[in-house]
């Protein structure tokens, strides 16, 4: 009889893991370990162009993805470091938009949301989007008219293959980029601060050096 409890026991644990493995499996999986600092160094470095960019009178809209649902510990140790930086500028946010996405499509912000956000933001504020960068149709773009509001992006990965990126600078549709690096130096030491991570892993793209960025990552794209 003392057998037969313990058992049943031992199959009722058994059941209950399997039902909570289950569910983790459903919702994404177990997250493996990540490196945080080139993550933490990505949102540092948008938080510091924005602030450059912003203008008195202006405010900060962000525009992340949702991880409610479908866990992404990248985006959220880069938009917690976003957020330090700018409390630590006594800066805040109007608002952070947190879109759900298709993890089986591209990661894109649907071009009418932002157009809506680029067109009824205050002169002199700072949009922060990452998730890329507008993506609009040219009817979209003249529609728009002048744009007197800031647009900083996470355009990491495939994003510069994807869309031209001194296309948007020339349409005003970008004022800082933030892109994965190709040619990642090796080191044995590991870098000590914030900017030496941001400059091991990613490059800043703005127009005033746009051609030259471009040009040094189709240099290095295998």
Do not use: Y
Not at 4 to 18: E, P
Not at 119 to 138: D, Q
């Amino acid at each position: 009889m003392r057998n037969r409890k313990v058992i049943q026991a031992l199959a009722s644990l058994v059941t209950l893991g399997s039902v909570i493995a289950m569910v983790i499996t459903l919702r994404g999986g177990f997250s493996p370990g990540i490196e945080s600092q080139p993550h933490q160094a990505a949102g540092w470095s948008m938080a510091r162009q924005t602030l450059s960019l912003l203008k008195p009178g202006g405010q900060v809209l962000v525009i992340t993805r949702d991880t409610t649902e479908f866990k992404n510990p990248a985006t959220d140790i880069q938009l917690a470091s976003f957020k330090k930086e700018m409390r630590r500028a006594k800066v805040s946010l109007s608002a952070v938009q947190a879109l759900q996405t298709d993890a089986l499509r591209p990661m894109e912000v649907p071009s009418g949301d932002f157009m809506n956000w680029i067109h009824n933001s205050p002169e002199g504020s700072v949009i922060v989007s990452f998730m890329g960068p507008p993506v609009l149709s040219a009817p979209q773009r003249k529609q728009l008219g002048e744009i007197k509001t800031a647009i900083v992006a996470f355009c990491p990965g495939s994003w510069p293959d994807r869309i031209s990126l001194r296309s948007l600078f020339e349409q005003d549709l970008l004022d800082a980029a933030i892109v994965s690096r190709r040619n990642q130096p090796s080191s044995a030491t590991k870098p000590h601060n914030m900017q030496a991570w941001f400059d091991q892993n990613f490059m800043l793209v703005t127009a005033a050096n746009v051609g030259d960025q471009l040009a040094a990552l189709e240099k290095h794209t295998p």
